[in-house]
């Protein structure tokens, strides 16, 4: 349980950061977007139970939302990752087709939304392992905040680390605001979802069951 935290919480502040190309660059944001599909792929290894059990149980408005959702996001990762290796520069395999670069800008930003959409949904489970992952349950707010103040002043340390030539391009105060939005939009987009399956739930438990044939 807690590797798949750690996973999944890895997978999350990749993408942030990888989804914000102008500021990180081309070289690393390539360079990330590899680790970012290498990382997926563990997820859905680890959660290869939820493909099978799409075949068993009845479908009610919850789960027929949380399906569209999860197909979503298959979907826009899909477009991202079969997009990349003909528009790559810095891993260029020769084909170098301007126009599916369109595409992928589009499955990012559709990408960005749909995770957005899936955390919302998987709330109520994700929510204790954030807390019991992070040590948090007894922590206090200012606790939390000097956590984030030091993890910000590693990340610069690690930038300054890094040879001058590998460094994202811009200065990493573009990285880390474009990450922070991205994570403000993250979260509003699933506080919606949150309240959209609470509110299919309710609508569930008010329909009529289904006579039995």
Not at 43 to 69: D, F, I, M, P
Not at 123 to 128: D, E, H, N
């Amino acid at each position: 349980m807690k590797k798949q935290f750690i996973l999944d919480m890895t997978m999350l502040f990749v993408f942030l950061i990888v989804v914000g190309y102008k500021p990180l660059g081309n070289y690393w944001h390539e360079t990330l977007g590899i680790v970012l599909f290498v990382l997926v792929f563990l997820h859905n290894y680890w959660n290869r139970q939820w493909y099978k059990s799409l075949s068993k149980g009845s479908w009610g408005l919850e789960r027929k939302y949380t399906a569209a959702v999860d197909g979503l996001l298959i979907v826009s990762f899909l477009a991202v990752l079969l997009t990349a290796p003909f528009i790559s520069r810095s891993y260029s395999l020769g084909f170098n087709i301007h126009f599916l670069e369109g595409i992928h800008k589009a499955g990012g930003a559709l990408m960005l939304a749909a995770i957005g959409l899936h955390l919302g949904i998987h709330w109520a489970i994700l929510k204790p392992r954030f807390v019991n992952g992070l040590h948090l349950a007894n922590v206090s707010t200012a606790g939390i905040i000097v956590r984030l103040v030091v993890l910000g002043i590693v990340l610069g340390a690690i930038y300054f680390i890094l040879p001058t030539g590998t460094r994202p391009n811009l200065n990493p105060s573009g990285v880390y605001i474009g990450m922070l939005g991205h994570l403000v939009d993250v979260i509003g987009i699933a506080a919606v979802s949150y309240f959209i399956q609470m509110h299919l739930r309710k609508l569930g438990r008010k329909a009529p069951a289904k006579p039995v044939r």
